[in-house]
């Protein structure tokens, strides 16, 4: 079975509990769990020469950390959304999807998310791990994820080395849990100190 035939079971276990409760989230964390290829989105945004670089011990903190930090930032999301959702009526989202691609062990989704205030088009990448298809870069109005990550974090090892970068990433996963902030991309507070 192709990405989409999954992606519509995941939805529908998914939909089935209102929003607010709690078994929402942590059903929906379970479903980030589930979904994620962490290994490949970890060692794709760090870039196949550095992440070959890194002992083992250092691959495994640069793991730990940059996966905590997109969980801590989603759970944040996932807050906000549900604290907006019951403070206003939400409008009408729309998907639709506009294509798919599938080799053996790649595929990638393409979707227009319609609502209120426009449209942004969505790239889901996925790779094949057994039955399971696994998100590994999510591009957003032509923007990868994955190549922004690595962006940043060549910037940063490059003015500050790699222990500058764990050190910014530890204070933004800081800062994500004590709702201080959030983890985006390109964002300036990482990449500004």
């Known amino acids: 079975e192709g990405p989409r035939g999954k992606r519509r079971s995941r939805t ?3 939909s089935r509990i209102p929003p607010a409760a709690e078994a929402w989230r942590a059903d929906a964390e379970a479903l980030i769990h589930e979904m994620v ?5 970890v060692q794709r945004s760090l870039g196949a020469s550095r992440w070959d670089k890194l002992v083992p011990k250092e691959q495994e903190r640069f793991t730990k950390l940059l996966r905590s930090l997109i969980e801590a930032s989603y759970q944040s999301k996932m807050k906000l959304a549900v604290r907006e959702k019951d403070e206003a009526k939400p409008g009408e989202v729309k998907i639709k999807w506009t294509d798919e691609e599938l080799r053996p062990d790649e595929a990638r989704l393409a979707a227009r998310v319609t609502a209120d ?3 942004v088009d969505l ?4 790779s094949r791990n057994g039955d399971a298809w696994r998100l590994y870069d999510l591009v957003i109005d032509g923007s990868s994820t994955v190549r922004l990550y690595r962006s940043m974090f060549r910037q940063i090892i490059r003015d500050e080395g790699w222990d500058g970068l764990m050190a910014r ?14 983890f985006v991309p ?7 100190g």
């Not at 990433?169 to 959030?182: C, N, P, S």
Request: charged letters at 40%; a negative charge; glycine letters at 12%.
């Open 12 to 14: 529908a276990r998914s």
């Open 117 to 119: 205030k426009g449209h």
């Open 186 to 192: 390109g964002d300036q507070a990482t990449t500004d």
């Open 169 to 182: 990433l530890q204070k933004k996963l800081d800062d994500v849990k004590a709702g201080r902030g959030d």
């Open 37 to 41: 290829d962490w290994d490949t989105l």
């Open 123 to 126: 790239e889901f990448h996925l």
